[in-house]
């Protein structure tokens, strides 16, 4: 085998890599199109430093800027736009309105919404900015003493939706309705507190109403997918699924509702969509945005995106830690007939004790099963804090205390075999103690001197010493709230 000749050895050659705007500008486009917001800002603004006089370049910025909330900056740039590089650009008349609108000052986004009109009439944000025209009309300086009581009764209106008041929430927003016969908000919730209150007709006239006159209106469009879900209208699902998910909505709000809706029915992609979006943009999130955001991510393939988030969900509900959507959802006939039967009987106690399984179960995160189920529920008001907790996981206002008898029973069941008989009791005792107004913040102390008190009544030969040594606790500590519990001893 012969040899081969030595290559001819080359000089060589540093070619220079020029990283110009447009490269950047390309970068944080690509960054924008996958929703990371951050890195878009952080390449798009090395553009601008790069080619300053390029007003596509700044425009692009602008925009990133006002979807991470940054409106001050994103006007910033707006205005150097207008009054250094290209004055014919009147886009950015409607995008100042609209910064102006989020920043709450309504009078500056009415002033540029109508400039953008006059130059552009027929342009591609026409439409938008005559319905940003409509929002920000009435300003907060200019309100009538009529217009600051609307907005008192809408407040107080959703306060009552929240607490679980339909009926004066109802009454509520019918007053706001016969001032302002056009309010769609108010027509939304008032079509919700029907709804939740069980009047099924009602709601969907209510829905319709604000459908034939604002055909766009988002809140509308979900509130109707939601209850064509409950009630398993599968054709109506499908229909309004695919109408909502063509929507591209422009404020974070709107952005948010969508999302969560679409997770609740079912459509995670689209879920996904939008609320990872916000997610990368820093939105300010409470739990039910977690909540969402894990489902759609697990059900998207992103896994360990939906672990994080789920811890996150779980730091503020901690009783949810160690589920997921990720573990095993099985809801047996049996389970569910046994949860209805204690619905059933007549004793509070009982109920509330079924409440407390369905909360526990594999099933809790089920909606239409809530919803359901809140509809054996008999019309006794005591148990309205424990259904919005053990049904649809509110923890704040009135059913604070029922977290807490909820974590006592938890306790009651780790340690005790006779889950059923020990919980019933608890929950009879809880009763009593809660019309002195007991607010069980001390789960554990609760759960072992209510222990004691039942073994003692059973004949059994306890100590209070060592219900202590059980749940960990000072031998005081359970003295006292037996003392307590004694009071009331059934």
Request: glycine share 6%; proline share 4%; hydrophobic share 40%.
């Amino acid at each position: 085998m012969g040899k081969r000749l030595k290559q001819p050895s080359r000089k060589s050659t540093i070619v220079p890599f020029i990283q110009s705007g447009e490269y950047f500008f390309k970068k944080g486009m690509k960054a924008y199109d996958r929703g990371d917001l951050y890195k878009a800002k952080k390449y798009l603004e090395r553009a601008v430093r790069l080619d300053g006089r390029d007003a596509s370049f700044v425009l692009q910025l602008a925009l990133v800027l006002s979807e991470l909330g940054e409106y001050q900056s994103s006007n910033q740039w707006l205005f150097a736009i207008i009054h250094d590089l290209d004055e014919t650009m009147y886009d950015c008349f409607y995008f100042l309105a609209n910064n102006f609108a989020c920043l709450g000052l309504f009078q500056e986004a009415r002033q540029y919404a109508e400039h953008y009109l006059t130059h552009e009439p027929d342009g591609e944000f026409a439409d938008d900015a005559a319905d940003l025209l409509e929002l920000v009309k009435f300003d907060v300086q200019e309100m009538t003493e009529e217009q600051e009581q609307v907005m008192a009764w809408q407040e107080r209106a959703r306060y009552l939706l929240e607490q679980g008041e339909f009926a004066e929430a109802i009454e509520t927003l019918k007053a706001i309705i016969a001032c302002r016969p056009e309010f769609w908000p108010a027509h939304n919730n008032l079509a919700l507190a029907y709804f939740y209150s069980g009047d099924v007709e009602r709601a969907q006239r209510q829905l319709e109403e604000v459908l034939a006159h604002d055909p766009g209106n988002l809140h509308a469009l979900c509130n109707a997918l939601v209850f064509a879900h409950y009630l398993r209208d599968e054709q109506q699902t499908a229909a309004l699924g695919d109408t909502l998910a063509g929507l591209y909505p422009l404020f974070r709000e709107h952005q948010y509702k969508l999302g969560a809706t679409m997770a609740l029915v079912g459509r995670f992609d689209v879920a996904f969509r939008w609320l990872h979006r916000l997610y990368k943009c820093g939105f300010e999130a409470d739990g039910p945005f977690y909540y969402w955001l894990a489902y759609a991510a697990y059900h998207t393939g992103h896994e360990p995106l939906a672990r994080q988030v789920w811890e996150r969900f779980a730091a503020l509900h901690p009783e949810k830690r160690g589920e997921g959507p990720w573990m095993e959802r099985t809801f047996g006939d049996e389970t569910l007939v046994r949860i209805v039967r204690w619905l059933e009987t007549e004793e509070l106690a009982d109920q509330l004790y079924g409440l407390y399984l369905f909360s526990r179960s594999p099933q809790a995160g089920k909606a239409e099963l809530a919803l359901a189920i809140s509809r054996l529920l008999p019309s006794d008001p005591r148990l309205r804090p424990f259904a919005d907790y053990f049904l649809f996981g509110r923890a704040d206002g009135p059913a604070m205390r029922a977290v807490n008898i909820g974590r006592m029973i938890d306790a009651l069941s780790a340690h005790n075999e006779e889950k059923e008989a020990i919980g019933r009791f608890a929950f009879a005792m809880a009763i009593r103690l809660s019309a002195q107004d007991e607010p069980f913040a001390n789960g554990a102390a609760w759960a072992a001197a209510l222990e004691y008190l039942w073994r003692r009544q059973r004949g059994e030969r306890v100590t209070q010493k060592g219900m202590a040594a059980k749940y960990r606790l000072s031998v005081a500590t359970v003295q006292k709230y037996v003392r307590k519990a004694r009071r009331f001893d059934p």
